[in-house]
């Protein structure tokens, strides 16, 4: 629910997360689902509002996700890591959910079980985010750089980690 007082359960506007479109359904062949980047602290895209979340996908990169995204009913993917310049210690975990999310969605498309859109939240929406968000990519067909030019397209700033962005080349 979005209210612009403050009601058990309610998310204020100025607390939303707010996403940048990544990649448009259909824009990838096969993909049925928009695949959107950002924050959960972020101002920077559009606002997420909850409705979304129960006909979508969240995957959550810092945990901080506000819980009524959580309650809302569609699926939640917990993928938390720490933002160091460094490939995060869970690594295989967060490369397995891209693949499995991926998978998922060239599966579903077309269906009535597909996601309307994904997305992919940290803090901010730049490093940990632009990370899944740039495997997810790869796995849906996307050259590494190609994904990489396309998040900083979308959301200037990010993949400023040296580590995170040689992950989603490919190196």
């Known amino acids: 629910m979005l209210s612009n007082a403050a009601e058990p359960g309610s998310v204020l506007r100025r607390d939303m997360p707010h996403a940048s479109l990544l990649v448009a359904a ?28 129960a006909s979508g996908v969240i995957v959550d990169c810092a945990g901080d996700v506000p819980a009524a995204y959580r309650e809302a009913g569609g699926q939640w993917i917990a993928c938390v890591f720490t933002d160091l310049d460094a490939p995060p210690p ?39 985010s632009g990370l899944v968000a740039g495997l997810l990519l790869r796995e849906l067909g ?30």
């Not at 396309?150 to 992950?167: C, D, K, Q």
């Open 142 to 171: 996307m050259a590494g750089p190609k994904a990489i030019e396309r998040i900083v397209e979308r959301r200037p700033g990010a993949l400023s980690n040296v580590a995170f962005r040689t992950i989603v080349a490919g190196g």
């Open 26 to 53: 259909g824009e990838i062949a096969g993909l049925g689902a928009g695949i959107w980047m950002g924050g959960a602290h972020s101002h920077v895209g559009q606002p997420v509002e909850v409705a979304h979340a």
């Open 90 to 128: 869970n690594l295989a975990t967060i490369e397995r959910h891209a693949r499995t999310l991926g998978a998922a969605l060239a599966r579903r498309n077309g269906s009535s079980a597909a996601p309307e859109n994904v997305y992919i939240l940290c803090t901010h929406g730049m490093n940990r």
